[in-house]
């Protein structure tokens, strides 16, 4: 009978529960665990011919499927970790999914990705101290509080001072940078009429290339930043530096440190303000230099930088980093967009320069009119340059509408992974609060004591003998009648017995736990212990 049984059908018990099937089922996928099943495998169970299997049996209905039919069906409900490990358990390539029941897989592992693109965003690439670095060594322990004061804006009430601090002295930096370029706050030096005499008369070579039309040149050689200003600003560069030095020299690693874009942003900065600092202090050796002018003009214009030291509150506020995880994650469709863009401005800027062929003042090359596309199909429109012709009119119109589809498609992208990555990270500051605000349940065992683990090195205990150890705890305790008490009182019509030092009386025993009575012959003692019967 057993062997008819293994030719024809096997009997499989999945937790209890048992389904039978053929075993040429199951050879349909002959990688899979059950289809490696045989009498040899360790599932195997010969008393009762059938292969047992320590597993949820909710699932294997559809498993089963499977091998009939080839595609793997799951209920509509089933959560994508559920048939991960369904998957996994079984091994049945992933592949083999139907169509209709790959979605609830795919946002599985799409949210998984996510969050652990999060977790490593948040949480792995915090730098710190290790253990036995700080606690072995003082001027460590020191260095770690500076470190963790000025990396880990939330970490104290400290470092959130300092964090208001920092980010109000670069509010005032920036503000002091808009200042400088306003006329009103920068005193006079030069006359104009002085300006046009230097202009005629004078062999230094930036007084000869001014342009007396342009207000901007002229406001720059004839007035200086305001002594208030320059001052304040002199006190922000002094205050970044000193920072910055902190923050590198209390780095726990400090050849990471520098992989920090922001960190590479500070260093680069502070080297800007102290070299136009310098330049500026002498700035009459470098009037006849233009190689030196050029060189201090364009640093002075990348110190607009600084605006970036903002970007700080990342650590502050998750929100505006998550803003650039989905600008991340979204890379190949901004890649698309822009190649997409490129491709149809070119497309029409050779279009209207065709339809504009015969105007003379419009349109005069191809790469100019890659500009006048651009600009239109942006929407923005400056009016500089349009066509005049009805064919130019209308390749206008194509180049506008197909603009606004073009940019409007990967943008639903973006905004949606933000709104992605924005739940799983509002869903895992929910857990972290939550995971803090749990309170250990802590259950007593005797007189409010902690409960102990007793590790066994064979079986545990029998209950009578589980009695004799505590009894034998307490055979030391030696019951002292203390005369000094007076007459015992009697409560509820019983007498009082002197119990012994350390041991105090219990109005009523705790839940799960009786009161057994342990009479020694010296005395006899109360006291708790887990309610077992004893033969």
């Not at 002959?30 to 320590?54: H, K, V, W």
Request: proline content about 4%; some cysteine.
């Amino acid at each position: 009978m057993g062997e008819r049984r293994w030719i024809y059908a096997i009997f499989i018990n999945v937790g209890g529960t048992i389904f039978q099937t053929r075993m040429s089922t199951l050879k349909k996928i002959p990688d899979s665990r059950l289809g490696s099943l045989s009498p040899a495998s360790p599932e195997y169970n010969a008393e009762t011919d059938e292969y047992f299997f320590d597993h949820s049996p909710v699932l294997f209905n559809e498993i089963l499927d499977l091998y009939r039919t080839g595609e793997l069906h799951v209920p509509s409900n089933c959560c994508g970790a559920v048939l991960q490990r369904e998957l996994e358990y079984w091994k049945i390539p992933k592949c083999l999914i139907s169509e209709c029941c790959i979605h609830s897989y795919h946002s599985y592992v799409q949210a998984q990705n996510t969050i652990q693109s999060i977790r490593e965003s948040f949480e792995d690439n915090i730098l710190d101290y290790s253990p036995t670095e700080y606690r072995n060594s003082k001027m460590k322990k020191m260095f770690r509080t500076i470190w963790i004061t000025l990396d880990q804006p939330k970490s104290s009430t400290c470092a959130k001072i300092f964090n208001a601090l920092y980010l109000a002295l670069v509010l005032l930096s920036v503000l002091v940078f808009l200042l400088s370029y306003q006329p009103y706050c920068r005193n006079e030096t030069m006359t104009r009429e002085k300006l046009v005499y230097m202009k005629n008369y004078s062999t230094i070579s930036l007084f000869q290339s001014v342009n007396l039309n342009n207000a901007k040149q002229v406001m720059f050689l004839t007035t200086e930043i305001h002594p208030l200003l320059d001052n304040i600003d002199l006190f922000c560069i002094v205050f970044f530096t000193l920072e910055l030095f902190a923050h590198f020299f209390t780095c726990p690693r400090k050849i990471k440190f520098f992989t920090y874009v922001l960190n590479i942003l500070d260093l680069y900065l502070v080297v800007a303000m102290w070299t136009t600092f310098a330049i500026e202090t002498q700035i009459e050796k470098y009037l006849n230099d233009s190689g030196m002018i050029n060189f201090y003009t364009v640093l002075k214009a990348s110190l607009v930088l600084r605006l970036l030291r903002f970007f700080r509150l990342m650590k502050q506020f998750s929100a505006l980093k998550i803003l650039f995880m989905s600008l991340k994650a979204s890379i190949k469709e901004l890649l698309l967009l822009f190649i997409t863009f490129l491709l149809a401005s070119v497309f029409f800027a050779s279009f209207v320069y065709f339809a504009e062929f015969n105007e003379q003042d419009v349109f005069p090359t191809i790469i100019e009119s890659v500009w006048w596309a651009i600009i239109t199909m942006t929407t923005v429109g400056y009016g500089d340059m349009y066509p005049t012709s009805s064919a130019g009119k209308l390749v206008g119109i194509a180049c506008a509408a197909s603009g606004i589809l073009i940019i409007a498609m990967p943008i639903a992208v973006v905004a949606a992974n933000f709104s992605e990555y924005y739940l799983k990270n509002s869903e895992r500051r929910l857990r972290g609060r939550l995971m803090k605000s749990k309170k250990k349940k802590r259950s007593c065992c005797s007189w409010g004591e902690s409960p102990q683990v007793n590790h066994y090195s064979s079986s545990p205990p029998s209950p009578r003998n589980l009695l004799k150890r505590q009894n034998s705890k307490l055979t030391g305790i030696i019951a002292s009648n203390s005369k000094s008490n007076g007459t015992s009182k009697k409560q509820k019509g019983k007498k009082t017995k002197n119990l012994p030092n350390g041991v105090q009386k219990r109005d009523a025993p705790s839940s799960a736990i009786s009161r057994k009575s342990v009479t020694n012959e010296n005395h006899g003692i109360w006291y708790d212990v887990p309610d077992l019967r004893v033969h």
